[in-house]
């Protein structure tokens, strides 16, 4: 089993739509948990951080269940400048993060 | 503040050849790292530093060499080119704590042919 499992999409959605990313993650003693966007041929850039007890970045919701290792994204109201590949992190302990292989999102007029 | 910064951008290598892939950090973060990502792939963690002299292997090491001399640079160097270690590089840095997020240079593209 992967350490960081995550649906690689593609995800296309029209402008507007809600979407959704799942994220599950193996390893039971990871201490935090980021979601971040890459653009295509471009570098990994901190979308939010996810808290145990659920965030909201303006359009951007994130949940974490420790429980069930499970991690979402919720994007609402999505713009055309959401199209990107969203990488689930999971931090394992000092400082060692792995990524999950992203979920491609495309939005469309 | 230019960041992570990281050079060449590009660079084609020839099997067996040696180079040196450079990072440098004004952000004052003590700790770096270094990742490769593979076409469709989440990125892998090479080696990390916490702190200028002291360095760690990440997941997949071989291959691969770094230093760590002062709080800024943290070099990736590559003895002997394999195809294998064709993919793109990425250097990241941070401040100490696991709720610490990673900033990332805009990668380096490297070619072994």
């Known amino acids: 089993r992967k350490e960081v499992e995550q649906d690689p999409g593609p995800f296309n959605v029209p402008e507007g739509a809600t979407v959704a990313f799942n994220c599950t993650y193996s390893?039971?003693?990871?201490?935090?948990f980021f979601w971040y966007r890459q653009d295509c041929r471009k570098e990994p850039k901190l979308l939010m951080s996810?808290?145990?007890s659920g965030n909201e970045d303006g359009r951007f919701t994130a949940q974490l269940n420790r429980a069930s290792q499970y991690i979402s994204l919720l994007i609402r109201d999505s713009k055309l400048s959401d199209s990107a590949t969203y990488l689930c992190?999971?931090?394992?302990?000092?400082?060692?993060?792995?990524f999950g292989a992203g979920t491609r999102l495309t939005v469309k007029p | 503040n230019a960041g992570v910064t990281q050079t060449p951008k590009f660079r084609i290598l020839k099997i067996g050849q040696s180079m040196t892939l450079q990072c440098t950090q004004d952000?004052?973060?003590?700790?770096m790292y270094w990742y490769r990502q593979d076409p469709g792939m989440g990125l892998k963690l090479i080696y990390y530093?916490?702190?200028?002299?002291?360095?760690d292997k990440g997941e997949v090491p071989n291959g691969y060499n770094v230093s760590r001399s002062t709080t800024e640079d943290f070099p990736l160097r590559l003895e002997l080119a394999a195809p294998s270690q064709t993919s793109v590089y990425f250097c990241?840095?941070?401040?100490?704590?696991?709720?610490?997020?990673?900033?990332f240079g805009d990668g380096t593209r490297l070619s072994i042919l």
């Open positions: 996810v808290y145990s």
């Open positions: 390893n039971s003693a990871s201490q935090s």
């Open positions: 990241a840095s941070s401040y100490p704590g696991t709720n610490q997020p990673q900033h």
């Open positions: 992190v999971v931090n394992i302990g000092a400082n060692d993060m792995r």
């Open positions: 530093s916490v702190g200028a002299g002291i360095t």
């Open positions: 952000m004052n973060h003590n700790y």
